[in-house]
């Protein structure tokens, strides 16, 4: 399951083609176009995280004995754990499988895993492993030109989000768990830091005119209001396509505020720098910070840069390199570019122990999944069996073009293309197969033989 294609593609397809280089068949859907499950039929569904929005689906898969397992798309750092482990264990009952990203996520869910019967894999994430070689020589080119580049990550998903306004942000916000008073809050600190990192921007502009400054929104992020402030500075572009470690391996440094990103630069090998000359408690992320380095003024982030882009290793960044390191193990388990390979492990295992059920097959599936849910999920689900999947997407999207479907939609042609790239660095990727689902619109196939020729219908 593909939540968002920029975050999360580059590693699901990695992870696919070590499952089908084994011989099993694997089909990348869409989250939004998760319908495509009662049509394909698997034994195994891989889920992008285990909370509420999944409930339903969830309680239909184990109603005709499709296994479940989950890789959380958002399971590393994080500041309360124990909200986190609050928000899925009442999921857990029924799951086989689930793999967390480092122990402090794993110590998270440990008890609540072993009450279930639930097997808890620390096993990293598989976007991470683009960090190093040699899967990050797959990385896709980024065309931004010549000359030093200094790479921008923002993080104002709330505050201008690409899906959502303001006050949807803010129910979701308390759904999790907090209070109006805190998201609120959050949204207000999060406006202060928007006008600070304006500022660095400026700084960056201004101080190495000879450099291009990249601006990269996180996905969730509607880049247009980025676009409009930084039209100002003719060497700062906005650029939100590609995965972050594309962007991150052509920047010779990255700047952000509590931003995931540093730690994936530091996995990277290079350098986080950190603008902390403003008071934003509600948005600071320990890792992010612990990792960078942090400046108190715009004039000491232009020094800072300078000395990097001038060739110089930073003497804190050896005072840094313990943390790092600890960072690293406790959120992202390891920085060796085998995380997929570890799910994929996870995954054969519950294959081999647990034999696929014949249930996901069965003629009386149609009555059991329209009879699980809210009346709008059941009748979803009666469409989507009775229509086929490409008449149901056609009356669908007919209906409600939604920003948020075509944001996070991929194709056969981007799966392909990694694939290819893959196939170049490991031999055994070379010969697999990639394709549209026979019986799924919207799923992308990989497997060790040729996909079938049958309708897309």
Not at 12 to 41: C, N, Q, T
Not at 76 to 89: L, P, S, Y
Not at 216 to 222: A, D, S, Y
Not at 416 to 432: A, C, D, M, T, W
Request: hydrophobic fraction near 45%.
């Amino acid at each position: 399951m593909v939540d968002h294609p920029l975050r999360d593609l580059d590693g699901l397809v990695l992870l696919g083609a070590h499952l089908a280089s084994r011989g099993i068949e694997v089909f990348l859907v869409p989250m939004y176009d998760k319908h495509e499950v009662w049509l394909l039929r698997p034994d195994f569904v891989l889920l992008n995280y285990l909370r509420h929005a999944h409930r339903s689906f969830v309680q239909a898969c184990h109603a005709i004995g499709i296994d479940v397992g989950v890789v959380d798309t958002e399971g590393g750092e994080r500041v309360d754990f124990e909200m986190f482990a609050a928000q899925v264990e009442p999921f857990l009952p029924g799951v086989r499988l689930y793999c967390v990203w480092g122990r402090a996520q794993y110590r998270a869910l440990e008890t609540n895993a072993l009450r279930h019967g639930v097997l808890l894999e620390e096993t990293g994430s598989p976007r991470y492993d683009f960090a190093v070689a040699p899967w990050s020589a797959a990385l896709a080119p980024v065309d931004v030109g010549a000359g030093p580049m200094i790479l921008v990550n923002t993080n104002f998903r709330l505050l201008n989000s690409r899906f959502k306004t303001v006050e949807q942000e803010i129910v979701e916000v308390v759904h999790a768990g907090y209070s109006e008073a805190t998201a609120r809050r959050i949204i207000d600190q999060a406006r202060e830091a928007w006008t600070a990192m304006l500022e660095a921007i400026g700084t960056l502009a201004g101080g190495f005119p000879q450099a291009r400054v990249v601006v990269r929104p996180h996905p969730f992020e509607n880049p247009r209001l980025l676009e409009e402030a930084c039209s100002q500075w003719a060497n700062v572009q906005v650029r939100q396509e590609g995965t972050v470690f594309a962007w991150i391996h052509r920047a010779s440094v990255i700047v952000h505020h509590n931003c995931s990103t540093a730690v994936e630069s530091v996995m990277s090998g290079r350098e986080p720098i950190m603008p902390d000359w403003f008071d934003a408690p509600d948005l600071y992320q320990p890792a992010s910070a612990a990792v960078s380095h942090r400046v108190k003024s715009p004039g000491e982030l232009e020094a800072t840069v300078g000395r990097i882009l001038a060739g110089e290793v930073l003497p804190e960044s050896l005072a840094l390199e313990r943390v790092r390191s600890d960072t690293i193990a406790d959120f992202f388990h390891a920085n060796d570019g085998r995380s997929s390979e570890r799910v994929a492990d996870a995954i054969e295992r519950v294959l081999t122990s647990h034999p696929p059920s014949t249930n996901g097959a069965r003629a009386d599936n149609f009555w059991k999944l329209v009879r699980i849910g809210r009346p709008r999920e059941r009748l979803q689900r009666a469409a989507v069996l009775a229509l086929g999947s490409a008449l149901y997407r056609r009356i669908r999207d007919g209906l409600r073009r939604s920003p948020t479907r075509r944001a996070k939609h991929f194709d056969v042609a981007q799966v392909q293309g990694l694939v290819e790239r893959l196939g170049r660095i490991e031999p055994k990727f070379s010969g697999l197969a990639v394709g549209p689902a026979a019986r799924g619109a919207a799923a992308v196939r990989i497997a060790s033989n040729p996909p079938s020729n049958a309708s897309t219908d």
